[in-house]
């Protein structure tokens, strides 16, 4: 089956980031002049998705607008001849569907997802976390990377990477045969180990391809680990059922919704943008620390 849909869970809290995630999602923070989501949005397309479901909280009229037109901004661009910048405003609203849901609570992850279920239907589809960003230099990005893996297991396939001892404490971590396998074969999925726990150091970063018997999964969950609904735990079961599969994937990868990896992402992209790039590389040559 084709991969056509995604959905891209945008309804956390954000609360690493308070309090400029109070009245702003975080997904919308700026790297350089991109919000987070949009890098997202874009490896979504590029990927072949064609209908993109992004789910929100309560600031989700941000977000919806985001993908909107704007009139009065349109006009005074035009107005004002600043073309270069009316085409990149306009190019967000004609890139892709964008269905935009709302997941009234944070009752986790895995909760998120399932407000996806009435679009996405029995269509297999990726997720892509709303604030991790992925840049593949060279070749297809991660969502194409693990669309082709997809067609390979033909099972639910995972983007996994190998993090140290020190940090699978924040991540969903899996449990496989062969870690040196090209696809791995999944036993379960623990959420967020503590070091000596973890069935390996193969960690979930936020991308992912399911095939929709996962939604039952959800469905029959009670909540996991605090309280909240965890998508580890559905990846368990379908795991143990229909199959799971994970890959490592070659690319950058910023953790955009962590303080520390939302200022690497703006430093590194923007020592890559056109306009800022060279001055920037200029200050941090000459910054004294
Ligand atoms: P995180 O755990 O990183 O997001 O979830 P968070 O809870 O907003 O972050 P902190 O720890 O409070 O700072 C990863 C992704 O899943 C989404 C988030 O928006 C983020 O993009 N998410 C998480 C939801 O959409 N709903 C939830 O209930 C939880």
Do not use: C, W
């Amino acid at each position: 089956m084709p991969l056509k849909k995604a959905v891209i869970p945008a309804a956390g809290l954000g609360t690493r980031f308070l309090p400029a995630t109070k009245t702003v999602p975080k997904e919308l923070l700026p790297i350089v002049d991109k919000p987070i989501l949009l890098y997202v949005v874009e490896e979504a397309i590029a990927a072949g998705i064609e209908d993109i479901v992004i789910v929100a909280g309560r600031n989700k009229n941000a977000i919806e607008d985001f993908f909107d037109r704007s009139y009065e901004l349109e006009d005074t661009l035009y107005k004002t001849g600043k073309t270069e910048l009316l085409k990149v405003v306009k190019d967000i609203q004609e890139m892709v569907q964008v269905i935009s849901i709302r997941q009234k609570e944070a009752k986790g992850l895995g909760h998120a997802v399932y407000t996806a279920k009435p679009v996405v239907g029995d269509q297999p589809f990726a997720v892509l976390l709303g604030d991790e960003i992925m840049i593949a230099t060279d070749g297809p990005n991660v969502t194409a990377q693990l669309h082709q893996a997809f067609e390979k297991s033909g099972a639910s396939t995972v983007a996994v990477m190998e993090v140290p001892n020190s940090d699978v404490h924040k991540y969903g971590i899996v449990a496989v045969d062969d870690t040196e396998a090209d696809l791995m074969k999944v036993h379960s999925v623990v959420e967020k180990p503590a070091a000596e726990e973890a069935p390996s150091r193969l960690a979930l970063p936020g991308r992912y391809v399911f095939s929709s018997s996962l939604f039952d999964h959800i469905e029959a969950l009670p909540p996991g680990k605090n309280g909240e609904i965890q998508l580890t735990d559905a990846m368990t079961h379908q795991a143990q059922n229909q199959g799971l599969f994970a890959t490592r994937f070659v690319a950058k990868r910023y953790d955009a919704g962590d303080k520390l990896g939302y200022l690497q992402a703006n430093i590194e992209l923007g020592l890559q943008h056109p306009q800022v790039g060279q001055d920037l590389k200029l200050y941090l040559k000459n910054l004294k620390l």
